[in-house]
């Protein structure tokens, strides 16, 4: 039977950056587990245009996107976003930000819609870190207000480390409400404010982590209601995750993206999905945690 939403992916999200701690073959693995594990069906999934130019130029400066596309990135560009550049790399992030605009988009009808990818929230608008060269997070927001499909947003950003990009690109905007759980003694170092920053200890594991995100979901749709929420699922909170220090469970993990999605649809809030970080050791766990996600979406719609 088909899933009462769909799965963007396309084959052109892996960012082919060879032998590296982000693993980029992760998409591809997800997709193959849950058509392996007969989750899905492959009408489950729906594939994205990569995003125009015009859409990227709604959030990052012409001379970041102009040295993304012609590889003519300084060395310092290249060290603070730490992977390769390579044609295939940027012409990845563009369809991953197609991806998070098509996620947007179909959720507004679907309720959730989940992007195979994406959630790149260490991009800011002037150049990328931490493995994030364009925040596509940041562009579907910014496509769908133009579009007028939405007046407001909130991010929900439940990965490892703090969505500092994200936060930077909509300190001044109060049309979109970001929310940061993280561990606090983690990359980046500086960590512009979101709206609201849950900051963890090292070693937080499921029970206080849960508590935590139950409490900031509440303060945040008490203060702000939104057109849209973009959950950025991060797998590595992960106890065995290489670039995390805290302590969740795989079901830990799948509780938390229940108890994410179940806000959204009691408040009747579409939101998209999207995955950003995972580096557990063994890999198989990462693509577990982001199949899991999708099905709690499944949970909580049914």
């Known amino acids: 039977m088909a899933l009462p939403f769909k799965l963007v992916y396309h084959s052109r999200y892996d960012l082919h950056l060879g032998h590296h701690v982000f693993p980029a073959e992760k998409y591809a693995l997800i997709r193959e587990h849950l058509l392996r594990g007969r989750f899905v069906e492959d009408s489950d999934f729906i594939a994205p245009e990569p995003a125009v130019d015009e859409d990227v130029l709604l959030v990052h400066d012409a001379a970041w996107v102009n040295g993304l596309k012609n590889g003519t990135l300084s060395y310092v560009d290249l060290l603070r976003l730490e992977i390769p550049w390579s044609r295939e790399m940027v012409e990845a992030f563009w369809f991953c930000a197609g991806g998070s605009i098509l996620a947007a988009r179909r959720a507004l009808t679907d309720r959730i819609c989940y ?93 206080e982590y849960l508590a935590r995100l139950r409490e900031a ?81 499944v949970e909580v719609l049914v």
């Open 115 to 207: 992007n195979v990818g994406g959630g790149f929230h260490h991009a800011f608008a002037d150049h990328g870190e931490g493995f994030c060269a364009i925040n596509d997070v940041a562009i579907a927001i910014r496509r769908l207000q133009k579009d007028g499909l939405i007046a407001r947003a909130m991010v929900v950003d439940c990965d490892v480390h703090d969505g500092n990009g994200t936060a930077a690109i909509f300190a001044a905007d109060s049309t979109v409400f970001t929310i940061s759980l993280h561990q606090t003694n983690n990359y980046p170092v500086v960590k512009p404010p979101s709206d609201i920053d849950v900051d963890l200890a090292d070693g937080v594991a499921d029970d």
């Open 217 to 297: 979901l509440g303060t945040g749709l008490a203060r702000f209601q939104p057109d849209l929420m973009i959950y950025v699922a991060g797998a590595d909170p992960y106890g065995d995750d290489q670039l995390g220090g805290l302590a969740l469970t795989i079901d830990g993990l799948k509780e938390r993206d229940r108890l994410v999605l179940a806000a959204a649809v009691t408040h009747g809030i579409p939101v998209a999905i999207t995955l950003a970080g995972g580096y557990a050791h063994n890999t198989a766990d990462t693509v577990e945690i982001h199949c899991n996600t999708a099905r709690a979406a």
